[in-house]
């Protein structure tokens, strides 16, 4: 048996309740075969998928907060410290009642190649709790995150384990969060990013992830003779990625096309007016019926659709398993030649092995969108210094950050003989950085 099968059936074995985490490591393992091949010897002495796949530490605790009512509510905290090879570990905070700890492991797990990537020092991990902040009133939810964070901060600190936001963790939580880390360990650090401008926050923060998005689609692009100029592009979602990769394209000369939201889509032939989506979702955060009602070239349709719209280039931005088979087809009969993602596992996986053998340049999430992780990152070395740093300086260092991760999993894939896999070349290129520092720095 190879060491990637013994060591995923060992998984298996230890973690059988946890499908979410398999599927994760199953599939990251198997796309690093030739690398694991070729250094067997040297990974099995040293039990280095033994090692990455076993969580530094998990912690799991009672989250006691009073209810509006003055009733008590327990809820459970999850933080996951996965591998801290190449710096802090760094990772988000899901406040969702789906969360579990198969789910945060996967998630963490996911992290370690994703952050390893960007090329900065940051380690693998992810935490969050199955309290439910929707209807939830602002006193409610600060009760919540007080409780959560006094047992959090016992484990984690600027240079030990940096949370941010995910789902359910947007601004308001993270201040609330913060206030009372800062309370508890009476003093003033980056212990979280997606801070608010005033305590921290990183400018273009924001933006980061759609906007990173079309950085790397560009230099994607370019490596293939071609530009964004003039380019066709289909966008799913109408939220933060959405917004800010619409609004790039655009700004490369691209004409964005479609939009879409959790009941419907729109298809404007005239280009996605930015400064009307903006006002419809993030001010108003009504439907799109209203982007349609005010923009007398746009098309307003229920339901999903948006891939069957011909185009040179798709960008998934909405959510998980978005784009299925049946539109991959679609966009490969019409012509498509990259898909890069925005959202985290939008494509399915028959999906992803339709475009890739049908030719289309495919950059799965972990590479595409790790704009924001970046900028969260960028956010730390702020802290550190004591500094804030302009917009420009901040999109400039993205910019080069997305443009690096580009080549480097374009080398990786090249380097065993999968030219073109950008899937292979980004698990590959996460995991070899990850596997030197392991090795060079003993069993640990
Ligand atoms: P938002 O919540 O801001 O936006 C998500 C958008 O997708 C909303 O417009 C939502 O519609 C829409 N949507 C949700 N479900 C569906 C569906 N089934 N069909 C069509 N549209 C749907 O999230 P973000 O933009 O921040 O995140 C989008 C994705 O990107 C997620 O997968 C996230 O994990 C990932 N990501 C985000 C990062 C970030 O920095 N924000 C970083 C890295 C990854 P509605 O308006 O109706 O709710």
């Not at 605790?61 to 410290?81: A, I, L, S």
């Not at 090879?85 to 996911?110: M, Q």
Request: hydrophobic share 40%; glycine share 12%.
């Amino acid at each position: 048996m190879s060491y990637v099968d013994e060591v995923l059936e060992l998984v298996k074995q230890k973690n059988a309740s946890e499908p979410e985490f398999l599927q994760a490591v199953t599939e990251v393992l198997n796309s690093l075969r030739p690398v694991v091949e070729a250094n067997e010897e040297l990974y099995r002495k040293n039990a280095i998928l033994e090692r990455i796949t076993e969580p530094d530490r998990q912690i799991m605790f009672r989250v006691p907060w009073v209810d509006d009512k003055g009733q008590v509510q327990v809820n459970r905290g999850f933080r996951v410290q996965f591998n801290n090879a190449i710096g802090p570990y760094k990772g988000g905070l899901r406040l969702h009642p789906s969360v579990n700890l198969g789910i945060i492991k996967f998630l963490g797990f996911e992290q370690i190649f994703k952050n390893s990537l960007t090329s900065l020092p940051i380690g693998g991990g992810k935490g969050g709790s199955d309290f439910d902040p929707k209807g939830k009133s602002d006193r409610e939810i600060m009760a919540f995150c007080q409780s959560f964070m006094t047992e959090l901060s016992k484990y984690i600190g600027a240079d030990v384990d940096v949370p941010a936001g995910d789902i359910g963790t947007g601004a308001r939580e993270i201040g609330f969060m913060f206030g009372q880390y800062k309370r508890i360990k009476g003093m003033f650090e980056g212990v979280l990013t997606g801070k608010g401008l005033t305590y921290g926050g990183s400018l273009a923060r924001t933006e980061a992830t759609g906007y990173g998005l079309l950085y790397l689609t560009e230099e994607l692009i370019k490596c293939h003779g071609e530009s964004m100029e003039g380019k066709t592009v289909v966008v799913s979602g109408a939220g933060n990625v959405a917004i800010y990769a619409t609004q790039k394209a655009q700004q490369m000369g691209a004409k964005v096309v479609t939009c879409s939201d959790s009941t419907g889509w729109i298809y404007d032939p005239e280009g996605i007016d930015v400064a009307l989506l903006k006002e419809v979702k993030e001010v108003k955060r009504a439907r799109l019926t209203e982007y349609a009602a005010a923009r007398p070239s746009a098309q307003y349709h229920e339901g999903r659709g948006v891939w069957q719209i011909k185009c040179d280039i798709a960008l998934p931005c909405a959510t998980q398993n978005e784009l299925l088979i049946e539109d991959a087809k679609q966009l490969v009969a019409n012509g498509c030649k990259c898909v890069c993602e925005g959202a985290n596992m939008p494509t399915t996986i028959d999906a992803t092995e339709y475009l890739q053998a049908n030719g289309v340049w495919f950059v799965g999430g972990k590479a595409a969108n790790a704009g924001g992780v970046a900028t969260s990152a960028l956010e730390m070395s702020q802290n550190s210094e004591r500094l804030s740093w302009s917009f420009e300086e901040v999109d400039a260092k993205l910019k080069g950050i997305m443009v690096n991760i580009y080549h480097n999993i374009d080398d990786a894939a090249k380097r065993y003989g999968m030219e073109g896999n950008y899937v292979a070349g980004a698990n590959i290129a996460g995991f070899e950085k990850v596997v030197n520092a392991m090795l060079a720095q003993g069993v640990c």
